[in-house]
């Protein structure tokens, strides 16, 4: 372990703030219009990456607009996924407005760990905070009594410990990789990878299911495609002019030619 525990005691909290938050926009917002609001992730991700101690970092604007082409194509796609127009209850907004903030925190606070303390690993970094957020989440549990409603579901249904077990796993590989790709290309892309994964979702939903698609679902997928060959984009660098080095290379043949003179001075045996 590298970092100090109130480091991870800070990045549980926004975690928490984070995942409770969107959970519970469900309850006053249904899916596709949470869905709308989650997509736009990115750019406030990349606004406070300006801002986070220890990053700093200042995006191309080419960047900025591969992320409104990706978040526009995004909404537009889930608008016409909705059967019904989507219900904005203010609170579910609100809601849903905070976790929007709290995720602009998490993953630039993830990336500043891994930017300021290169030895963090992936691991320790999702084992702290884990292992932090525990004792948070248990007090609101007992205290709105659903740590009992679940345990007694629990033990009425048996096969629901296999579905958590599974959903465990799926969800350790899925923030390690997320965890992965933070450190190594940043905030930023691991938000607009992740918001063009929920598309990808939705596609494979409309394939497996054979459901209609619209041309709005097109017009959607193919912002979406835009963004991601703008992002793919390589940024125009200089590459910079080699300038020889007359100094050193002078040096390097005064050095050699006194290695000569004092070969030809030595005496012969």
Sequence with gaps: M???WKTYAKLSAVLMGSHGLTKGSLAFLNYPAQLMFKSTKVLPVMIMGAFIPGLRRKYPAHEYV???????????????DANTSPNFSILGVVMVSGALIMDSFLGNFQEAIFTMNPNT???EM??????VGLPFLIPPMLLTGELFKAWSSCSQHPYVYGVLVFEALATFIGQ???LSLIAIFGAATTA?????RKAVTLLLSYLIFTKPLTEQHGTGLILISMGIVLKMIPENKQAPRMVPKTK???LVRDESRRNEEDEEKRPLV
């Design 248 to 250: 050193e290379l002078d």
């Design 121 to 123: 690993t992936q691991m």
């Design 126 to 131: 999702l084992f702290c905070s884990t292992v």
């Design 2 to 4: 590298v970092n100090p």
């Design 66 to 80: 591969s992320a409104l082409l990706l978040v526009v194509g995004l909404i537009l796609f889930t608008l016409a």
């Design 176 to 178: 390690v990789s997320v």
């Design 192 to 196: 607009m990878i992740t918001t063009a």
